[in-house]
């Protein structure tokens, strides 16, 4: 079992930052691919970034190709979307999830409650 907590969400102008964190319990967490997803109201849950076990290996949606960063401390049983250049179109709830493999919200199999993001124009 794998619980996870995000934190740091929040209300931002247009072209600001916003750092998530997602802070896990259990001993297998490093064996764990992490993902980040998002849904905004009205619509589904999508896929926003992806990190391996090690750190070595990431994957991002398109929309936030080159915008967003994820990474991940196995130390700290955290893992973190560091988030810049944010538009109006990024405003959702976003969920930490752990999984093994892959960009489908099916792939994984633990989920936090979700941290709102607002951003504003």
């Known amino acids: 079992q794998v619980q996870l907590v995000e934190s740091g969400g929040g209300v931002v102008q247009a072209g600001g930052s916003l750092r998530l964190s997602c802070a896990a319990s259990g001993r297998t967490f490093s064996s764990y691919v992490m993902g980040w997803f998002r849904q905004a109201p009205g619509k589904e849950r999508e896929f926003v970034a992806a990190?391996?076990?090690?750190?070595?290996?990431?994957r991002y949606a398109d929309s936030v190709k080159g915008r967003f960063t994820i990474s991940r401390d196995n130390a700290k049983n955290t893992v973190y979307l560091q988030m810049n250049s944010l538009k109006p179109e990024d405003t959702a709830v976003y969920y930490c999830?752990?999984?093994?493999?892959?960009?489908?919200?099916?792939?994984?199999?633990?989920w936090g409650q979700g941290t709102q993001v607002t951003v504003s124009s």
């Open positions: 990190i391996n076990w090690s750190g070595a290996y990431t």
């Open positions: 999830a752990a999984g093994r493999r892959g960009t489908s919200v099916r792939d994984y199999d633990y």
